[in-house]
Each structure stands twice: as C-alpha cells, then as structure tokens.
C-alpha cells in the first residue's frame, strides 16, 4: 500500500505545481479547501452517502498531501502508530483540521474502517477526478472551467499572490 500512496502522492503533486498551488503563499486557501472537505465528509456521514464520503476523503488526502507540500514538508502515510478505535467519528475530522498536514495517516485508516471504505479506492477516485481537470488557478484556488465564470470574482488574491 505504501508505493501506491507515495505514486499518488507524487502525481498529485505533480498535477498541484502545474495548476501553481504548491507555493508557500498559497497555505491560507489551502486551508480553507481542508475545512471544506472535511465539512463534505461531516455532511456526507451525516446523510450516509457512501459515495460522497469517499469523495471527501480523497479531495482531503489530495489537500493534505499538497498543503504540506507547501509548508516544504510530506504527508506521511507510513509509521502508523495511532490507535484511534476508541475516537468518536466528529474527532476523528477535528484532528484532520487542527493538526493540519501532520495529520496522522492512522485517521484517514480509522475513517475508512469505520466507513467501509477503501482508503486507496478513496484516492484513486480523487486523482481520477482532478487529473484532466482544465481551468485556472486564482488567489491560490484552482477553479475548474465549469465554475470559473462563478468564482473568478469572489476569490481573494491577495490571500495568494499570482505566479512569481
């Protein structure tokens, strides 16, 4: 499982410099974009839709994985040495959010055990998704092409300078 995760993560990033959002500058939007996901999660346990709560643990592996690229570390996936049986699911999605890239990968497992899920089925549909994606990339937010029109005026560049 580890060589996929490191394959996953080395695309991942590979596709987050092309779209210029691994720079430094870029961490608050990023952020942003963790607590987004993990919302999507919330809510997606809540209604328990499957599917969605898949997708919303890929999208945060996706973000944690380029977030920490931006804080000029890795996301670890390997040296699990947490056991988190005992940890209510609401935790579990607050550790996510508070410890940022540092993250625990033995979070993502519990969720995962937890839900049913496959963490690599999980990050497989989240790279399937993002890897032809076209569109932009404005105050530190890619936007796909379909939302560009939306969302090029709301976003904040002054929370993530243009390309250097």
């Known amino acids: ?3 996929q995760l490191r394959e996953y993560q080395d695309l991942i990033l590979g596709w987050a410099k092309d779209k210029n959002i691994t ?3 870029c961490i608050p939007m990023q952020k942003l974009k963790l607590i987004e996901e993990v919302g999507e999660i919330a809510n997606a346990i809540v209604k328990n839709k499957k599917e969605e709560q898949a997708d919303g643990i890929g999208d945060a592996f996706v973000v944690l994985t380029i977030l920490a690229k931006q804080n000029g570390e890795e996301f670890e ?3 699990v ?3 988190f049986e005992d940890t209510e699911l609401a935790d579990l999605l607050a550790m996510i959010i508070y410890s940022e890239y540092n993250v625990d990968f033995g ?3 519990e969720l995962c055990k937890r839900l ?3 963490i690599l089925d999980c990050i497989s ?3 399937n998704e993002i890897k032809d994606r076209k569109g932009r990339t404005e105050g530190g937010v890619f936007i796909k092409d379909e939302k560009y029109h939306l969302l090029a005026a709301s976003a904040s560049s002054h929370l993530c300078p243009g390309p250097m």
Request: hydrophobic share 40%.
């Open 23 to 25: 720079r430094e500058e």
């Open 81 to 83: 040495y947490s056991n």
């Open 125 to 127: 549909s989240a790279w």
């Open 77 to 79: 996936t390997v040296d």
């Open 107 to 109: 979070v993502f497992l």
């Open 1 to 3: 499982m580890q060589k």
């Open 116 to 118: 049913n899920l496959n």
